[in-house]
């Protein structure tokens, strides 16, 4: 099947993946559609990874010796092949966390500790009702340990933010402003731009939880317009075809140098004295202790591989994937999608309820023939209260997906319906 914008490179892309020529159990072909939720790795990434092991295995930075020489080059390496990835203004500002859960609270967490942005009493802080938890609960605790006060965005019946409270929502008052640029729950890609000006407008910070957008948006932070180039942004490895273990968080240099340290040990600092310590300048400042070094040599390898495809083509394959993935599952009967319903507005991550079936017995049926699906709150329990729902079952494509595969999801879910005598 032929659809305009899909990889034309799409069959050798899928030659890059060994795992998925893998057969399931009953002789069923694997059908992934949770990438979402992880991705699938790239062999390149693979032999990356374990070459650095067999090979140039030493801590960095601290080894005066060829393997630390080595070892310490590779792991640098991939912080510039980041900040490529994202066009970030300065590699220093890419800092390597574990995950995109800890670059957020980082970054809630040293803004209670003190700074010339610490928030305090009487001070706010807005998200938004569709948000992931590593983006609700660091700002909870934030406000629950300052005093400062929660406030956000709610969401209108089609999955998009409702902004028409923006004026009473950001104000003078506000600090922060965090939230996601495309929903893992609804698929909906927000106007980062817009609020991004708003925020900046009344001197509050901009936080945005990328890990959703960095695998499947072009994002050039250098070429934004300042008033609209979020302060902060996170994202995850293992969700743009690189290892778990592995997280990113970009900041403004003046941002970040703003920030206390986050975590105290080895490599963050500059001078250690009984009486009080000094320390390092970024990105050291906030990469205490021996890091993740393999799993960032391995996200390198990961975000190079995707500026080979070229994330606009990409972003078009994807597209292409979700108008037809919408459309193929709005022919079942009883089947509902939650959130937008035009691909132009939306990620691959589509989450539906089918009437009459637990998103759990869904997903168990469709992994009965090889199909991979989430099943559950996606970690977005706000978003789901909000449509009256307790969970759902959620497919996901990412770059190697084809439209058999899709066609496979539809036929799977017909199934699922004729399993439960649905009609």
Known sequence: MTLHGLLPELEVIRKDFPILE??????????????????????????????????HNA??????????????????????????????????????TKNASEALNLVANT????????????????????????????????TQRTGATLRWFGLTDDGRLDLS????????RTKV????????????????????????????IVVVDASQAAPQLPIDLAAMPTEERPDLLAFTGHKVVGPTGIGVLWGARAVLEALPPFLGGGEMIETVRMEGS??????????AGTPPIVEAVGLGAAVEYLGHVGMEALHAHEQALTDYALRGLQTIPGL??????EAAARGGAI?????????????????????????????????????????????????????????????GLEYTRSYFKLG
């Open 111 to 142: 803004l209670v500790w003190g700074s010339d942005l610490q928030v305090g009493p009487g001070d706010e802080v807005v998200i938004t009702e569709m948000e992931h938890h590593s983006n609700i609960v660091p700002w909870q605790l934030l």
């Open 59 to 96: 801590n960095i930075a601290r080894a005066m010796h060829q393997l630390g020489a080595e070892s310490t080059e590779a792991f640098e390496s991939a912080r510039d092949k980041v900040a490529a990835f994202i066009g970030a203004p300065e590699r220093d500002e890419v800092i390597f």
């Open 351 to 411: 989450s539906f309820e089918l009437e009459g079936v637990h998103p759990h017995d869904i997903a168990q049926v469709l992994d009965s023939r090889g199909i991979a699906v989430r099943a559950g709150h996606h970690c977005a329990k706000p978003a789901h209260a909000r449509f009256g729902v307790q969970s759902s079952t959620r497919m996901s494509s990412y770059l190697y997906t084809t439209p058999a595969e899709i066609d496979a999801l539809v036929e």
């Open 278 to 287: 000094t320390y390092a300048g970024l990105p050291h400042k906030f990469e």
């Open 22 to 55: 893998r057969t399931l159990a009953g002789g069923m072909p694997l059908v992934y559609l949770d990438s979402a939720n992880t991705s699938q790795k790239p062999q390149v990434v693979i032999d990356t990874m374990v070459d650095h092991l067999e090979r």
């Open 336 to 341: 509902t999608v939650l959130g937008p319903l």
């Open 177 to 204: 402003v965090s939230l996601t640029w495309v929903s893992n729950m609804l698929g909906t890609i927000n106007p980062i731009a817009e609020i991004t000006r708003k925020a900046h407008a009344v001197g509050a």
């Open 165 to 172: 409270r923006i004026d009473e929502l950001i104000t003078e």
